[in-house]
């Protein structure tokens, strides 16, 4: 049974009218699948709230007391330029990494097989010490680190195909050998990192602009699949951004639904072939709404097998 979490205090984070990361973007997967039919194979539940201890198993202890010391009850503050938070922002932000930490439980006691996490804001871009680019807390990163301390895996993967590279991850575990990160990400692009990793634990494949769904495959078929063979993940994350699509404005490459249905499938045989077919995959970028609910649903469909 593929498992889908989310919770309605995600939607509760306003970052304004004209902010591309928006409420709309859950309502939008939450149609797709309804139209699609797949309401019928998913199994939905409500993400808990991430106890602050959890959280700070990736980020900076000071940083994670500083969010919550300065949640406002009204108004909105900027943690940083892109960054926003509302009186709503702390919970949907403990919703969403309670959310990874409930999709480990669930794979790891078999409730579940593969589970999607439907939620906001995204994480990817939230390093150690700060936020940034729309993240608050590394929803991906407290999950991960939350499965080595409470299942002691020794070989976790994170992949991440959004269009910007997430540097927030590799800054949380670019020295943790038990993790591999494989990040493939637009270059040169916002956050304008990623191009120089070096530690061996790090898979960047930097894509230039109007690279399409052939050029992806490709380059995906060199590099990050055989890494991750060789690895032989326990389990695979995913930090699912959808904004590479062709149809979304926010980026210049030109990947469509099959490109995603395809790395979910090739990332299902390597998460069955070493890891039970444990897959926790949590949302991040996809900013044009179509697309990226048509997107979640062919990622869905993939998991499914």
Known sequence: MLAVISHPDCLGHDVGPMHPESAARLNAINDQIIMSGMEFVLRHYDAPMATRAQIKL???PAYVDRVFEIAPSKGAIALDGDTVMSPGTLKAALRASGAGIMGVDLVMKGEAGPVFCAIRPPGHHAEYDKAMGFCVFNNIAVAAAYALNAYGFKRVAIVDFDVHHGNG???IFKNEPRVQF???F???F?????HESDTPNLVSVPLAASTDGPGFRQAISAH???ALEAFRPEIIFISAGFDAHISDDMSNLRLTEADYAWITAELLKIAQKHGNGRIVSMLEGGYDLGSMARSVVSHLKALLG
């Open 169 to 171: 991850t590799e800054d």
């Open 58 to 60: 990736a980020h900076d």
């Open 182 to 184: 494989c990040s493939s």
């Open 224 to 226: 990050w699949l055989p």
């Open 186 to 188: 637009q270059h040169p």
């Open 190 to 194: 916002y956050p304008f990192t990623g």
